[in-house]
């Protein structure tokens, strides 16, 4: 796992990696459809990697993955969601630092196990490139 810090405020993970003389490089998600971050359209995930269709964001619908890129992970916080109690991360791209989901740190029922380190990105907050 990296983790670093972005502007002093927010650990960064995914896919930022700090090169030499302090230059930042954005990842590209593979796949031929990918979802990209509403506010300046750096990859966020690939359609490959969605693991389902069927969860409610903040915003409306959204969507579960194993794994995204470009994004910075926030701080630790419980919430009450409708599948129980878990330990958050809100997770915001690592381009524009818009708000794009969260990140499934904890979860405290034996049911929702299989979400923690699994990521949460709101279909409103993304824009469809591809396929």
């Known amino acids: 796992?990296?983790?670093?810090?972005?502007?002093?405020?927010?650990p960064f993970r995914g896919g930022r990696k700090q090169a030499e003389m302090g230059r930042l490089f954005i990842e590209d998600a593979k796949?031929?459809?990918v979802l990209m971050c509403k506010g300046c359209r750096v990859d966020s995930a690939s359609y490959d990697d969605i693991e389902s269709k069927e969860f409610q964001g903040r915003y409306g619908r959204a969507y579960l993955f194993r794994k995204?890129?470009?994004i910075v992970i926030g701080s630790s916080e419980p919430?009450?969601?409708?599948?129980?109690?878990h330990v958050v991360n809100d997770i915001y791209c690592s381009s524009c630092m818009q708000l794009v989901g969260w990140r499934y740190e904890i979860a405290k029922e034996e049911s929702q196990k299989y979400k923690e380190g699994m990521f949460i990105l709101e279909?409103?907050?993304?824009?469809?490139?591809g396929g």
């Open 1 to 10: 796992m990296i983790f670093s810090h972005f502007l002093g405020v927010l």
């Open 31 to 33: 796949g031929e459809k």
């Open 68 to 70: 995204v890129v470009n």
């Open 79 to 85: 919430r009450f969601l409708s599948s129980g109690f």
């Open 123 to 129: 279909k409103e907050r993304m824009e469809k490139k």
